[in-house]
């Protein structure tokens, strides 16, 4: 039998249908903006009583995405008690994160501008819930948390990756953190930085194939950092635009040397003097 245009048409249709009834992108992006006010940004419910409903409202709508990837309420029911569980935790890493921002970024003048105003650290946000519900093998809704900080911020942390305290983020636009990324704490990290695997062979799914960072590592913008074998040691300092395939000593300061002339144009041949 052949198979005509339309029923192709149809079957890419019906699949696409298939796939918004499946998963709710609109609501999980909602529910992080919304979890993320309750935490963070002024409410107008000051009573115990209107942040409880708050919380419960949250609650419900997160047993509501998770029930579309289990198909089973009573699992998704326990997925949600864990989460919040764990919840009150999360909000203490989350409070040391913007309080290392406050004190290492002289542009911060307060917790409040950096809860209003840091991407960097609403990325950092929905990376920790993105891992807490990672850890707990809930299938698809963390990458979708995930891919929505990356659209809003321009930051992709993948939520698998392993994140320690006082975690900081500078301007963070590129900032590419792999699956397998192991971070210690104290760790700074500014824009374009790529914490990746040296391949992308399906065969290494399951291999460490992301960096270590210890301790107290700054990492500055452009450096890009590869392989599941490469440690950089406590306290290092990697500098702007440098490539690293291989450990760096604790304590090391590693920089990509370039040379900057400059000239008086004046000197410039004739033929190089145009407007534009």
Same mark, same amino acid.
């Given at each position: 039998m /052949?198979?005509?245009?339309?029923?192709?048409?149809?079957?890419?249709q +019906?699949?696409?249908?298939s796939i918004?009834g499946?998963?709710d992108?609109?609501?999980t $992006?909602?529910?992080v903006k919304d979890?993320?006010?309750?935490?963070?940004?002024?409410q107008n419910e000051?009573?115990?009583? *209107?942040?409880k409903? =708050?919380?419960?409202?949250?609650q419900d709508?997160?047993s509501?995405?998770i %029930?579309?990837?289990?198909?089973?309420?009573?699992t /998704?029911?326990?997925h949600?008690?864990?989460?919040?569980?764990?919840?009150p935790?999360l909000?203490?890493?989350?409070?040391?994160?913007?309080?290392?921002i406050?004190?290492?970024?002289?542009?911060?003048?307060?917790?409040? !501008?950096v809860?209003?105003?840091?991407?960097?650290f609403?990325a +950092?946000?929905v990376?920790?819930i993105?891992?807490?519900?990672?850890?707990?093998e809930?299938?698809i809704l963390?990458?979708?948390?995930?891919?929505?900080?990356?659209? $809003?911020? &321009?930051?992709?942390?993948h939520?698998?990756?392993?994140?320690g305290a006082?975690?900081?983020i500078?301007?963070?636009?590129?900032?590419?953190? &792999?699956?397998?990324?192991?971070?210690g704490n104290?760790?700074?990290?500014?824009?374009g930085v790529?914490l990746?695997?040296? %391949?992308?062979?399906? !065969?290494?799914a %399951?291999?460490?194939r992301h960096? =270590?960072?210890?301790d107290?590592v700054?990492?500055?913008?452009?450096?890009t950092?590869?392989?599941?074998?490469?440690t950089i040691?406590?306290?290092?300092v990697? *500098?702007?635009?440098?490539w690293?395939?291989?450990?760096?000593?604790?304590s090391?300061l590693?920089?990509?040397k370039?040379?900057?002339?400059? $000239?008086?144009n004046?000197s410039?041949p004739?033929?190089? %003097?145009?407007v534009?």
């Amino acid at each position: 039998m /052949a198979v005509s245009h339309h029923l192709i048409e149809k079957i890419h249709q +019906t699949k696409q249908e298939s796939i918004h009834g499946f998963f709710d992108k609109v609501k999980t $992006k909602k529910w992080v903006k919304d979890l993320y006010e309750a935490l963070f940004l002024p409410q107008n419910e000051h009573t115990e009583e *209107g942040l409880k409903k =708050n919380f419960e409202v949250l609650q419900d709508v997160l047993s509501d995405l998770i %029930n579309t990837v289990t198909e089973d309420k009573e699992t /998704a029911e326990g997925h949600v008690k864990q989460f919040f569980e764990a919840l009150p935790g999360l909000y203490d890493q989350l409070v040391l994160d913007a309080a290392s921002i406050l004190e290492f970024d002289p542009a911060a003048d307060s917790l409040e !501008e950096v809860y209003l105003a840091y991407p960097g650290f609403f990325a +950092t946000y929905v990376y920790r819930i993105s891992h807490q519900l990672w850890s707990q093998e809930v299938k698809i809704l963390p990458r979708v948390i995930s891919e929505y900080a990356h659209s $809003k911020t &321009g930051i992709d942390i993948h939520p698998g990756a392993m994140i320690g305290a006082s975690f900081f983020i500078d301007h963070g636009t590129g900032i590419v953190i &792999g699956e397998t990324t192991i971070i210690g704490n104290h760790v700074k990290i500014y824009q374009g930085v790529t914490l990746g695997a040296l %391949n992308v062979s399906k !065969e290494k799914a %399951n291999q460490k194939r992301h960096p =270590n960072i210890e301790d107290g590592v700054i990492i500055y913008s452009g450096a890009t950092i590869l392989g599941g074998n490469t440690t950089i040691g406590r306290e290092s300092v990697i *500098g702007g635009n440098v490539w690293i395939t291989q450990d760096v000593p604790a304590s090391s300061l590693v920089f990509h040397k370039s040379e900057i002339k400059i $000239k008086d144009n004046s000197s410039l041949p004739e033929s190089l %003097n145009f407007v534009i």
